[in-house]
């Protein structure tokens, strides 16, 4: 008789140790957890429960009056939990056609023309999943992005690049940092210095790629006399939040191109006011040479069977943003810290 190599607890389930990461997503509220999903409050108790009794070494919650915020050991289960449900979800994909593409939604006009294209002359099956606007946080981006894709859960990610152990990254185009400034005095750039000593910023939170530009490339290239006068005036990772206090005076908006764009004049979400102001590119002085950085796509690096799909996705959304003149040229930020190029050319 073959000896089981593995004993897990009967109470130790994907369904259970789910239910606990959505506790620890929803900050441990176990109303908000129950209706995200779709379970009794009840439920969410008996199972936390059960897995407190069936793991051992310490409870997992602490216990209030309609709240389980999760303990330092609980913190490690989750953390374990994830990886484990990611792997759970990559190995029921196994010997799919279906390819799954997350992507954040200022990506959207490129994905829809990539997958009509697909659409047209390929049999793939394309499954999307549209990003959250916190995914845009280097951190959030590498736990609930790039890991579920090293694990199996996603086949193909556009946005930060990486230099994760098996992935491998694609150019698709690089984008430029541009301020949302007055157009009746609007100059053709707006070099740090002037941007830092003139305006009030209102910016992405600091560990979102472009503050991560924006920031280094201050501390890099302006005196510290002047650095001291940087004025954050509002930090939100939505640019509708941050373009409404402009509108209304507050400070001068600095965002991605990419970003930017839909609230231009004239485009879907630009509004009425949108005609009063301009998009500048932000530039290292008054050379005129723009701040970029890259957009990738990210796969695994050995995708098996899915390889050839893969290629013809990345192929397609090379073409759509080819097609749709997205992307520039200009200061690649080489002495940005966490921006540095590694030698096949992609950024960490």
């Known amino acids: 008789m073959t000896e089981l190599k593995y004993k897990i607890p009967d109470r130790v389930t994907l369904d259970r140790l789910a239910t606990l990461v959505a506790l620890h997503d929803h900050a441990g509220s176990v109303a908000d957890t129950a209706g995200a999903i779709k379970r009794s409050e009840s439920s969410v108790k008996n199972h936390i429960r059960e897995l407190e009794q069936d793991l051992g070494g310490g409870h997992l919650v602490v216990r209030t009056n309609g709240s ?9 289960i989750v953390r374990r939990a994830k990886e484990l449900l990611e792997r759970a979800s990559g190995l029921a994909r196994v010997g799919r056609k279906e390819c799954t593409v997350a992507f954040l939604p200022q990506h959207a006009h490129i994905v829809a023309k990539a997958m009509k294209e697909l659409t047209r002359t390929t049999d793939i099956l394309l499954r999307l999943e549209v990003l959250a606007e916190h995914h845009r946080s280097r951190v959030g981006f590498e ?14 990610v556009i946005g930060l690049p990486t230099t994760g152990k098996g992935l491998a990254t694609r150019p698709l185009y690089r984008t430029r940092l541009v ?61 509708k939040v941050l373009t409404i206090f402009a509108y209304e005076g507050h ?14 004049s004239d ?19 008054e050379s005129g040479e723009p701040l970029t950085h890259r957009v990738v796509v990210t796969m695994p690096a050995n995708a098996g069977q899915r390889q050839r799909d893969l290629e013809s996705i990345v192929k397609a959304l090379q073409d759509a943003s080819a097609a749709l003149d997205v992307g520039t040229d200009g200061h690649s930020c080489n002495r940005t810290p966490g921006l540095r190029r590694d030698p096949q050319g992609s950024q960490e």
């Not at 389980?68 to 490690?76: L, Q, S, W």
Request: charged share 25%; aromatic share 4%; proline share 11%.
């Open 267 to 285: 485009k879907a979400f630009g509004g009425s006011p949108a005609a009063d102001f301009a998009w500048v590119p932000v530039t290292v002085d």
């Open 251 to 264: 400070g001068t908006v600095v965002a991605p191109e990419d970003i930017a764009q839909p609230f231009m």
């Open 143 to 156: 736990q609930h992005v790039l890991a579920p894709l090293a694990h199996g859960a996603l086949d193909l």
């Open 68 to 76: 389980m915020p999760i303990t330092p050991h609980g913190e490690e």
């Open 179 to 239: 301020a949302m400034v007055p157009r009746r005095n609007a100059p053709e750039h707006l070099p740090l210095a002037r941007l830092v000593r003139e305006h009030k910023l209102l910016v992405p939170p600091a560990d979102t790629r472009s503050r991560v530009l924006l920031d280094g490339e201050i501390e890099a290239h302006i005196p510290a006399e002047l650095r001291s006068r940087k004025h954050i005036e509002l930090e939100a990772y939505g640019t």
